[in-house]
């Protein structure tokens, strides 16, 4: 089954690997809560701005969401890791071949239905206690109340067809049940995006067991299938993200975030990215590519002149150029003085007019 | 190639550099392996979708249209770290990028491809300062010794002074007024600001009409209808395929795969001299080693072809390793090679900032009577710099919109501007991300901002550098673990040259001025293989016979601040002649 062009989904319950193999060119992005929750980092960052009309003009109105620029977020998550079958192992005795990655590091499943609150669900994948929580300095009973998962009522992330003595990137199925329907998704990569979201809904579930949020969290109907994080209000989610770099809050919630992604470690570069991302897709070109801006590089193609996308109109940008026809001028009249090595005759103290004590490296 | 004298493992700024001067000048036959892909090369003429090749070494393989198909310009197109075709990652674009364990708010930009990170540099070529050289206690060599290598290199890259368009001349306007001297010569022991020396030919050197480049030209910048020489487009992070229609080898940025492969593979042409072979799509995983007389020697190397799988050792005389300041020491680990401590460790990136500037058109009038505009992608990105050795520098940036958005907004350790006070004594009006309404208004100002960036000198640390993975494998191995922090002395400094950077913005007129107060972005990269530690005075590994390294790595300390590229290539320059003095 191919899982190029990585974004295969579909809406089905009790779906094979066939029809999920059928619909691999389906356009839907991901499912509902995993756009729900980028479309909210993005409309904080980027929002529709009609109070700008009036100082700017009208093309300074559209946000981050007009286009599309979830689906730039959740691509660029979804193709950030291979992980090759070769290198995966059944075994949890790593010491034989030390490269070696445990298969289960890269599936989970979480239910959230019938087990009691998300919070239950999230401590049964975690093999953890209410009481756990609490010699981990977390308040457990405050943090159930705060947690959900918005829509998701199960979450899986598992192989397809994984052959660990065969080489070749492994192939990954995320299937996500909300209301009656089945979303899955193929993918030949370790499905991050949706994975991310979950994460940050239980750090926005500690974020206001804490107090940090500076405005009521609320259910959101511009996002009916997000959880915790997308009820917060707009800058009180960037906030949330923050604390992720800033703030303990990874390293306190470590245990009972660990099952939901391979490497926790990496959240704060994660943080860096969702901020990041905005300038490599909004600000560029990218949404000119328009029906192909979710294919694989090879196949995307440029719909809209690189100055007539939204962003290039927002910033009087026309797009790439051959040449510019423009002034200039040499500031060094014949270039820089360059003796030969054995006449350069440097002063005797080199070490410039203000020179801050180093600490000479070493260690 | 059945039997090199020297493999090289990189084919990126410095690699082929290294090549050159072994084949050129020593008459050695050189096989150069590279885990990326080649652009502009017939053999792989689409080197994202299909294997291609297998080897290249003849120059009439180079193909410059080929390179401007390839090449957009565009942004995203480019720079994506996931999906851009300069990226650090397989050449087959259905997969993912190579990944790297990265712990932090940080983010590492480098390019695997034949040219390596060159294909997005902005090809300043400073020199280091002197004084990191002689004064600081890491160099095993004098400054005086790179001198000749250093001219070398920038005859080799058309290194000279940058010309000044508007944005340059609004900075010349600040550091000035700001009471800054110009800088008359490229061995830099004083304060003050000077035009970048820049690896990029002169504007229009020759045009299509004859007529000069400037606001009056109206020919083409076609090289066949004439065009010769840089045509001030600021899309030098896009790969600059410039002017279109050129040979490779005439393309106005000297990257490396134009400045020094095409003249590696010219050595293929001449019977008395070495032979060159470059072949991309092939990943190094092992260094092969045999036991000497109370040490081991290198042999050879097994590499991966990356499109078929297939693993082949291949033997030489020497071994030189130019994959970067992560994947060299990341091959090093992987091979079992002698570890004393230092082996990836001690590497610098410059403690970047970066600091922003919007104008006014009034201020840009009084400056350039004939603008409105500084238009920061019109001419070249960077093209004035200011110096302060014993501190770092500062370069004057110019870029496309995604770039700025991001560089300019969207980075920082600081957090939230809206939730960021600003210091009444600092001279910024604002620090940090800047998000939503603000966000918008800035970029409408787009064509009004330019930024500054910081380059402190920051020290070599065993704290800071690059280790082995111990969560996740790829088919090269156990994947880079890569730790960058700030030593407070760096923040010290750091500190002091951004507050530079806000004077001079000011002295020029801006009209606001934000630092972004990045978190490291591990651009610059530096000294992980130093010479001194890892290395001995000729580059060659001190605990491994045979083996040399010849990139940014080996490099023994951060220069001070000056851009590595020049210094990079002038040293495997000097490490070529080196390895044929030892062991030809």
């Known amino acids: 089954m191919k899982g190029i062009g990585g974004l295969a989904a579909l809406s089905m319950s009790n779906a094979t690997i066939a029809d999920v193999q059928a619909a691999v060119n389906d356009q839907l992005p991901s499912d509902p809560h995993t756009a729900d929750t980028y479309r909210s980092i993005v409309d904080a960052i980027l929002p529709r701005t009609p109070e700008l009309e009036a100082e700017l003009g009208p093309e300074h109105v559209p946000g981050g969401l007009d286009a599309e620029l979830e689906k730039f977020l959740i691509w660029d998550f979804n193709h950030f890791q291979e992980i090759r079958s070769e290198m995966v192992t059944e075994k949890l005795d790593l010491l034989a071949n030390e490269a070696a990655m445990p298969r289960s590091m890269f599936e989970l499943t979480l239910t959230t239905g019938g087990l009691g609150s998300d919070l239950d669900a999230l401590l049964d994948l975690a093999d953890l206690t209410l009481g756990d929580l609490l010699d981990l300095g977390l308040d457990g009973d405050a943090l159930e109340n705060r947690l959900t998962f918005g829509a998701v009522e199960r979450y899986e992330t598992s192989f397809v067809d994984l052959d660990t003595s065969a080489e070749g990137v492994a192939e990954f199925e995320i299937r996500v049940d909300i209301d009656d329907e089945t979303y899955h998704q193929v993918l030949q990569n370790y499905p991050y995006a949706p994975a991310f979201t979950l994460v940050f809904d239980v750090v926005a579930a500690e974020f206001l067991v804490r107090g940090n949020n500076e405005q009521p969290p609320e259910p959101n109907q511009k996002f009916p299938a997000g959880g915790t994080f997308t009820r917060l209000a707009p800058r009180d989610r960037l906030r949330c993200l923050w604390t992720i770099v800033d703030g303990s809050i990874i390293d306190d919630l470590d245990e009972l975030l660990s099952p939901l992604v391979p490497d926790l470690g990496i959240l704060k570069f994660v943080v860096m990215a969702v901020n990041g991302l905005h300038g490599f897709g909004y600000y560029t070109e990218w949404s000119g590519y328009g029906s192909t801006k979710t294919e694989t590089p090879n196949e995307r193609k440029m719909q809209k002149p690189a100055g007539a996308v939204q962003s290039r109109k927002q910033s009087d940008y026309p797009g790439p150029a051959l040449g510019y026809a423009a002034d200039w001028r040499h500031a060094v009249d014949g270039g820089f003085a360059d003796p030969d090595a054995d006449e350069l005759n440097l002063p005797d103290d080199l070490s410039g007019d203000d020179v801050l004590s180093g600490i000479g490296g070493e260690n | ?584």
Not at chain 2, 1 to 29: C, E, F, I, Q, S
Not at chain 2, 92 to 111: K, T, V
Not at chain 2, 162 to 172: D, L, N, R
Not at chain 2, 225 to 237: A, C, E, P, S
């Open chain 2, 1 to 584: 190639m059945r039997d090199p004298d020297v493999v090289v493992v990189g084919a990126g700024a410095d690699g082929p550099a290294a090549a050159w001067k072994l084949a050129n000048d020593h008459g050695l036959d050189v096989l150069v392996l590279e885990g990326g892909a080649w652009h502009g090369n017939k053999q792989w003429p689409k080197p994202h979708a299909d294997a291609g090749g297998t080897v290249s070494t003849d120059p009439d393989d180079l193909d410059g249209k080929l390179l401007d198909e390839q090449f957009t310009h565009r942004e995203a197109d480019a720079n994506d770290p996931t999906w851009g075709y300069l990226r650090v990652g397989p050449a087959d674009h259905s997969r993912a990028p190579w990944f790297r364990n990265l712990h932090q708010n940080a983010f590492i930009w480098q390019i695997s491809a034949v040219g390596g990170t060159s294909l997005h540099y902005f090809a300043n070529h400073p020199r280091a300062y002197p004084y990191a050289i002689n004064e600081q206690p890491h160099w095993p060599i004098d400054y005086e010794e790179l001198v000749p290598y250093y001219q070398l290199n920038e005859e080799n890259t058309s290194t000279q002074q940058a010309p000044m368009t508007g944005k340059e001349e609004v900075f010349i306007e600040g550091a000035t007024n700001a009471g800054y001297p110009l800088i008359e010569t490229k061995n830099v022991t004083e304060t003050g600001w000077r035009p970048q020396a820049n690896a990029v030919e002169v504007p229009g050197r020759q045009t299509a009409t004859g007529e000069p480049l400037n606001s009056e030209y109206e020919g083409s910048f076609s090289y066949d209808d004439g065009f010769r020489g840089d045509t001030l487009v600021g899309d030098h992070f896009q790969g600059s395929s410039t002017p279109i229609d050129a040979p490779v080898r005439d393309k106005a940025r000297k990257s490396s795969n134009v400045g020094y492969v095409p003249r590696a593979l010219d050595t293929n042409k001449d019977a008395t001299k070495g032979n060159v072979a470059i072949r991309p799509n092939a990943y190094v995983t092992d260094v092969e080693t045999k036991e000497g007389f109370g040490s081991i020697e290198a042999t050879g190397v097994t590499f991966r072809d990356s499109w078929s799988g297939q693993t082949q050792t291949v033997e030489a005389d020497t071994i030189i390793l130019a994959g970067g300041c992560i994947e060299t020491p990341r091959l090093w680990l992987n091979a079992g090679l002698p570890d004393d401590g230092w082996v990836g460790k001690g590497l610098t990136t410059h403690w970047f900032d970066w600091v922003v500037g919007v104008y006014d058109e009034e201020t840009i009038e009084d400056i350039n009577p004939d603008m409105k505009h500084m238009d920061p992608y019109i001419g070249q990105n960077s093209a004035v710099r200011f110096d302060k050795p014993g501190v770092g520098g500062m370069e004057d940036i110019g870029m496309s919109p995604g770039l700025v958005s991001y560089a300019d907004y969207l980075f920082s350790q600081a957090g939230y501007s809206f939730d960021t006070p600003v210091d009444p004594d600092e001279p910024w009006d604002t620090r940090g991300y800047v998000v939503g309404k603000e966000l918008k208004r800035r970029m409408s100002n787009y064509r009004q901002t330019k930024a500054l960036l910081i380059l402190t000198d920051d020290l070599p640390r065993q704290d800071n550098g690059i280790s082995l993975d111990n969560t996740f494998s790829d088919e090269h191995g156990a994947v880079p673990k890569v730790k960058w922090e700030p030593h407070p002395e760096d923040d010290a400094k750091r500190d002091e040259l951004s507050r530079i950077a806000a004077r001079i913005h000011k002295e020029a007129g801006a009209e606001h001025v934000h630092r972004c107060d990045w978190p490291p972005l591990l651009l610059h990269m530096q000294s992980s293989m130093r010479m001194g530690k890892v290395l001995d005075s000729n580059a060659e590994a001190k605990n491994v016979d045979r083996l040399f390294v010849a990139d940014h790595s080996a490099l023994a300390n951060g220069l001070g601040g000056p851009n590595p590229t020049n210094s990079g290539q002038a040293l495997a320059l000097r490490t070529a002649d080196r390895i044929a003095d030892l062991y030809f």
